[in-house]
C-alpha cells in the first residue's frame, strides 16, 4: 500500500493534479503532460489563486538556464498546458493571463487526500473527499437497494469476526518474534533531516537580499526545538546564497533527506514568498506555499513556514515543542528588519556592521530577545577574531543575560553565552547550560560541540571528543563547516586529527589547522606549506601563529619571534584572545627558543581558564620549558583545577 502523504492531490473541475506522483488526471485518467507545463501547473496551484509572475515561471522553470528565448519557451509551456485543460487564452476557464505580469489560475481548486490502494494502474487512483472509506475499498456511495439491512450487519460481523482474528495471529507472530527485553537503552528512530537554503531574490534587488538568507535563519531558529527533526545550522547553508539550487547535490552536500528551497520577491510594501519542501529521495513536493504579505509582516514569514513544515512532515511534539513553534508577539517592524539586516551581515563575518544592525533593532524595540542573542554574538565575535577588546566581552556577556531575561529557554541565547563563559575562563559555569542544552533537544548537534569544546578546555579529552563526534553524527555537515575536532590532537592521535578535518580548500583556518597537525607529525615540508598558504589568505590570529612556526622550519627565528610578540602585545593591549589561542602562541615561543615569553604567554593560558593538563603534561611542542621551575608551578594549577572539574562533574 502507497504511502499516503496529505494534501498531495489538488482538483479543480473533473481534474486531479497529483503532486507527489507528477501526474495530471481527468476523471481518473492520466493525461500525458511533459515536465515544464506540468511545472507551470504547479506553480500556479501553489500560488492559491494568486498572480504567478513571469519571473517566478522562469526561475522555478529554468532555474539553470541563461537563454534569450525565454518568452518563446514559456509560451509554448502555457499553450500545451491549456491543451491538455481544454481551455483557451481568449475565454479562460482555469488559466487567465495578467496583462504582462503572468498567470493565475482561476478555477476553485480543493485539496484533496490520496486513497491508499493495493495495486493497480493510474486509472484507478482516486483522491478522496472528506468523508471516510469503507474497508473494501469501494466509494462512499449508499449500498445497493436488494440488501437488507440483516445481511449487512451479517457481512459487517463476519467482516469484524475476520479483521480480529487476524489481528489475534498477527500479534502472536510478532510476539514470537521479539527477542527477550534486555537492560538496554532505548534507540529512537532517525529523525529527519532537514536543511532550509536561504531563499533567491527575484528581482535581484541589492538592498533586499539580506532577506534571503535572514528569513531562512529565522527558520531554522525556530525548529531548532523539535527534537523529531535534525536542522542544519545557518552556518551550513551559507554557502547556497543566491545561488540556482540543484536539489540532488544541495541535499548529498548537505546530508539531508529533506531540503526547503524558495524565493521572494518584494514589490515596495508588498512581499510575496513562495517556497516547497521536497522529500530527497524520491524527488517530490511534500509540501508548497506561498505567502502573500505586507512588507511590515515579516514577522509572520517564519512562524508560517516552520508550521507548515511540522504538518507536512507530520512530526509529533511534545508541549513544550508546540508552545516553543506558536507565532511569536509582535515586535516592531522596524526592528525586525534591523534585525534580519544584523543576522545577514553576522552570516558573512561583518561584525562590526551586524553590532550596527543589532543596536539599532533594540533601540527600537529592547524586548526582542534574538536580537540580543545575536547583538551578543557579533560582540564576542568582534572581540575574538577582530581583537575588538575586553569591553566587548563585557557587552556580549550583558546581551545574552538580556535576552535570557526576556526568555529564559532562548537556545541559542543558551550556546552563545556557554561558548564565551568558556572563552572567558569560567567553564565551570558552562558545562551546565550545556547540558541543560542537550537534555531539551538531544539532536540539536550545536549543543553537543559546544559541550565538546568545552571539556576539552578542562581537560576531559575522552568526553569531548565523544561529545563532538555526537555533534557529527547528528549533523555531518559540522565538519564540513570547519568545526575543529581539537582533542584528537591534544590526545596524540595525529592522523585521527588529520582525518577529521574537511578538505581546507581556501580556509586560512582549516590550512593553519592542517599545518598544525603535520606539524605534530614533523612532516615539516606540508606544514610549512600549509601554513604559507594560509598566510596568503589572510593574516588572522592563529593564521600568523602558524606563519611563526613556518619560520621556525626555515630557521628564521628573529622573523617568527617578531610576529609573536606583536600578537602578545596586542593582546595585552585589548585584554582579548582565548586562552586557547594564548596556549598556541606559548608553543610557537618555546619552539622558537623564548623560554621566558613562552612561560610568560603559558601561565595567561591557564589562568584564563584553558587548564587541559593531559595536554599539557604530555606536549611534545613544551618540551624546552619541562626543567624549568615555572612550568612545574603553572602545570600544577592546570592539574588541580582538571581534578577539582572532574570531580565536580564526572
Known sequence: ???????????????????????????????????????????????????????????????????????????????KLRDALRDSAENPKFIETVGRRGYRLIAAVE????????????????????????????????????????????????????????????????????????????????PRSLA???????????????????????VITKLNYVSSLTVRPSTSVEKYREKVIDIQSAAADLRVDTLVTGSFIRDGNNLRITYQLVDVKTDKILGAGAIDLKYDDLLAVHDKVAEQIVDKLELNLSPAEAERIKPEAPINPAAYEYYLRGVDLHG?????????????????????ALAWAYLGASYTSDAAFELGGLEQYRRAQAAYERALAIEPSQLDAKIFLANLLVDTGKVEQAVPMLRDAVKANGNYAPAHWELGYAYRFAGMLNESVAECESARQIDPSVKANGSVLNSYLYLGEYDKFLQSLPDPGDSSFL???????????????????????????????????????????????????????????????????????????????????DTSSALRMLHRSVESGFFSYPYIATDPLLNSLRREAQFAQVLEVAHQRHEAFKAKFF
Not at 532550509?196 to 529565522?218: K, V, W
Not at 593564521?543 to 628564521?556: C, Y
Open 111 to 190: 485539496w484533496m487526500d490520496r486513497v491508499p490502494q493495493n495495486s493497480g494502474p493510474a486509472t484507478e487512483e482516486r483522491a478522496s473527499g472528506p468523508e471516510t472509506h469503507n474497508l473494501a475499498g469501494s466509494s462512499n456511495q449508499t449500498a445497493a437497494p436488494h440488501f437488507s439491512l440483516q445481511s449487512k450487519r451479517k457481512q459487517r460481523l463476519i467482516l469484524f469476526a475476520a479483521i480480529f482474528g487476524l489481528l489475534l495471529v498477527s500479534i502472536f507472530i510478532f510476539a514470537k518474534s521479539i527477542p527477550p527485553l534486555r537492560h538496554k537503552s532505548i534507540v529512537l528512530a532517525k
Open 511 to 593: 590550512l593553519f589547522y592542517r599545518g598544525f597537525g603535520e606539524y605534530y607529525e614533523k612532516d615539516f615540508e606540508h606544514a610549512s606549506k600549509d601554513f604559507d598558504r594560509a598566510y596568503e589568505l589572510d593574516q588572522s590570529l592563529y593564521v600568523q601563529i602558524g606563519k611563526a612556526l613556518s619560520e621556525s622550519i626555515a630557521h628564521r627565528q628573529a622573523d617568527g619571534l617578531k610576529i609573536l610578540r606583536g600578537l602578545e602585545s596586542r593582546i595585552a593591549e585589548r585584554g582579548v584572545g582565548d586562552p586557547e589561542a594564548a596556549y598556541k602562541i606559548a608553543q610557537a615561543f618555546a619552539v622558537l627558543g
Open 348 to 368: 558573512q563575518h561583518k561584525f562590526p556592521m551586524a553590532i550596527k544592525m543589532l543596536e539599532e533593532s533594540i533601540k527600537i524595540d529592547p524586548n526582542y
Open 196 to 218: 532550509i537554503l536561504p531563499l533567491q531574490n527575484l528581482r535581484q534587488d541589492p538592498d533586499n537580499d539580506f532577506l534571503g538568507f535572514s528569513l531562512a535563519d529565522a
Open 1 to 79: 500500500m502507497p504511502y499516503t502523504v496529505p494534501h498531495s492531490v489538488v482538483r479543480f473541475a473533473d481534474f486531479e493534479v497529483d503532486l507527489r506522483a507528477g501526474e495530471l488526471r481527468r476523471d481518473g485518467v492520466r493525461i500525458r503532460l511533459q515536465e515544464q507545463p506540468f511545472r507551470l501547473l504547479a506553480a500556479l496551484v501553489d500560488s492559491g489563486g494568486g498572480v504567478v509572475t513571469r519571473e517566478e515561471l522562469r526561475s522555478r522553470l529554468w532555474p539553470a538556464d541563461t537563454f534569450v528565448d525565454f518568452d518563446h519557451r514559456l509560451a509554448v509551456a502555457v499553450s
